[in-house]
């Protein structure tokens, strides 16, 4: 099976932040198929990106309310993917391009690319913490990168990599030091590393009450396939997490554009910025350093020694801290085997 | 078959423009084969663009009168793709480039591919009303387009796409109003939208005695395979089109680069244009507006989401607008099958 | 056999010159395979550039003495591949990179990419020349080129190019009329233009004790499997050739990179640089502005025309010219199925 074709149908794909989509519509390819998102009459809609008359992307049109019209030869489509207008003719019903279910949710705007009789709202994986943190207090964003969804990942899967890829700000080998433990529940893999009495890496050290004393720690990430992980970091004074402890939840979001490129979503939210939003753009800065400066062209040099051989076959040499990597990599291998069976 | 073989082998095709070979040679690629055109002591000549010995572009190295010397190790090859000079050994009848038969026609050269015997002259298509413009009254051009050659030619047999592509210019839903009709006589497909008492769209209106006026319209293409097509723009005040109206033609060549890439030879002539040859590049412009920036992205746009996958596959659903275009491309498919029986 | 497979492995491929380690390290691709080349305890080492436990390239990581941490989670492999630190884990005889046999020879670096039992220093041909010129007055460098490493060995095994593609430098129809000699010889394959009483081309008349003088002239080039060639070039006035000659030895060396790029590593030395060295900058000019100039276009156009095919399936026409690069071609088409069958 290629590379390309390792997408799951029958999950919900975090396709973009509403804010995204200010001007009313976005084009965005996801897991391999062109959407075209737009505001509807009740809500957001996602059509397929592309005229079943002579396949002009519908994005190149003028997108109304609750309707688009091809810039090619003027079929308007609906909502529901079903032609409205036809200045050329009958509205017959091969006249319509497949729709996709989408809801609106934790601030995004999700897609079901598969069986839209299984497309339940209800296993969207739960990121209400969003909601639940003010607009100006949550540190979000969108990046693209050159890397398979599953490389990225499985960067988070093992965050033990921050103790060497940013020794600067997320790392000092605390992740290393305290071995992650892995478990599964429902579907859900998780992976926490919990440390007593520890040094913090800069960037955590630097919001101690004292910098540089030492401090206990908890950082947990849950993953829901195909790429939704929720990230919880506490850290606070060494016996004190509970009474002066920070505490930061994050989501990360990864969904394959197509084989080697992939959407990043995040959302950072902590108690500190929730306190004090003017502090935002600071927390914005580390991440993205971390991600685009230091993440990004790694991932994109590992996805380029891979090429296009299939990850297995290059007989990878298993770690303890692959762990999580690697459960989430054989549940998404039965995942999409089972998909392709059914 | 893969697009890329998709091209006619025995047909002229236009591939130049007498203007572009005003340094005496031009390298370019026709229907997948890279051509050097030169002129010779008995008008153009068109031969490979690679010489025999080690597949040296023959256009890096140095022509003169009737005679290519490769830049690479100085043999020197004649109009009939003959080697006239070998600085290394004997003239051997190996050293040999094909050369294409090449007629000079219409302002523009145009070269056979195919079986050489077969090369009649006859079988250009007219467009001798090239011939009968003064040549400061043609307006005139040569593009590039990344679309593949059918979907430019459909571009023109289905003029309906000037309503919504080109509102501001060249359609205001004239030509879906009025269905074309289509016929097909002697291996010539034409399509054929006739109005009265119409209102006309932008760049026509302008030029009506009084703009806004109703009008008489006719408005006329008949394709030429594979890519040749000429168009009549007849317009002016209902019931005077005999006697006040406007009188166009143009002729819209497609010749395949490759696949995926186009070269559009363009030439409108028109009775205002040859009264006031002045406002040539004011039709040019509009042309160019029209095509560059409307036309153009539009066909790229549609070449990517349709990608490597062919055309009938993707199950086009076909509207009444299409019919000329429909049978021009079963009419390339049955031309294209033949021959590769043949 | 894709042009990809077409490498040899159990030979020597010069890597780098010695220069280029200047940091300590240097990533390169050979022969398809991404090395990182650095520091060892006892001289340089080289690795596969992939970590086995992600793939991530070690280059990107941390190299000191004797040892490249990975960038990404701190795996530490020393100079023969072995991992020499886990931070998360034992030291598995798993964990280990392949390592190559490198050997530091005549300025430069050579990597044995095959069977390690194999690799004699011994087979490394012989560039003693390098060794016994001073340093600065070799005039030496490395390019890259977008052909395949055969088009650039042939372009040396056949210099009667220089008429035509340098006509300004290095030729003046002299190596056309002096027909080239072919010989082997103990896997070596010799070619050898030898004149007398002749006029030479620019670069060598203006060394000549009177330019424009009539001159004898001797040009030679020995090739080593895959891409290793010498030339010794003698020009003097006619019949003072032992006593007024000049003499210039040039290592040509053509390193694939992958199917069409090459590494091309020069090392030019001539008696007029090693009495004068401040004149090495002139010649490194001539040399620069004709391989840069006009060499490198012309390969790069020749690759193109070829494109993915296998030359002789192009049924090239062979010249008499082309008997020195026929034999290496035929040469190397053995030892690769040679290689291939064992």
């Known amino acids: 099976m290629s590379i390309e074709a ?6 919900w794909y975090l396709s973009a932040w509403l804010c995204e989509l200010a001007s009313g519509s976005l084009a965005r390819t996801i897991a391999g198929v062109p959407v075209l998102f737009f505001e509807g009459e009740e809500g957001y809609a ?3 990106d592309r005229c079943p008359h002579r396949f002009a992307p519908l994005s ?3 997108v109304e309310r609750g309707s688009v019209e091809c810039g090619y030869h003027g079929l308007v489509f609906g909502a529901d993917g079903g032609c409205i207008r036809n200045p050329h003719g009958p509205l017959v019903s091969a006249l319509r391009v497949p729709a996709y279910p989408v809801v609106q949710r934790h601030d ?4 079901w690319l598969g069986d839209p009789e299984a497309a339940d709202p209800a296993l969207i994986p739960d990121l209400s913490f969003i909601d639940r943190t003010s607009p100006e207090a949550r540190v979000a964003g969108h990046l693209e990168n050159e890397a398979n969804y599953m490389l990225m990942v499985e960067n988070i899967m093992d965050l033990s990599h921050a103790d060497y890829l940013h020794p600067t700000t997320l790392g000092n080998g605390i992740n290393t030091r305290t071995k992650g433990k892995v478990a599964s529940e429902g579907g859900v893999i998780s992976i926490k590393w919990h440390a007593d009495d520890e040094t913090l890496p800069p960037a955590q050290n630097a919001f101690l009450p004292e910098p540089g004393q030492r401090a206990d720690f908890r950082n947990e990430v849950w993953w829901h396939p195909p790429g939704v992980m929720t990230q919880r970091l506490m850290f606070g004074p060494s016996g004190r997490l509970e009474s002066e402890g920070a505490d930061s939840r994050t989501a990360h979001v990864m969904t394959p554009m197509h084989g080697t490129r992939t959407h990043y979503f995040f959302c950072h939210t902590s108690d500190g910025v929730t306190r004090d939003p003017s502090i935002a753009p600071a927390v914005l800065d580390i991440l993205l350093s971390a991600f685009v400066g230091e993440d990004s062209p790694m991932l994109a040099a590992q996805q380029a020694r891979i090429g296009d051989a299939d ?3 290059l007989k990878p040499v298993l770690l303890p801290i692959d762990s999580g990597a690697v459960l989430v990599r054989r549940r998404m291998d039965a995942l999409i085997a089972a998909e392709h069976i059914a």
Chains 1, 2, 3 share one sequence.
Do not use: C, Q
């Open 6 to 11: 390792k997408f799951l149908k029958n999950v």
């Open 46 to 48: 996602a059509i397929l």
């Open 60 to 62: 190149r049109g003028r």
């Open 108 to 111: 995004g705007l999700w897609v």
């Open 311 to 313: 990850f297995w076959d």
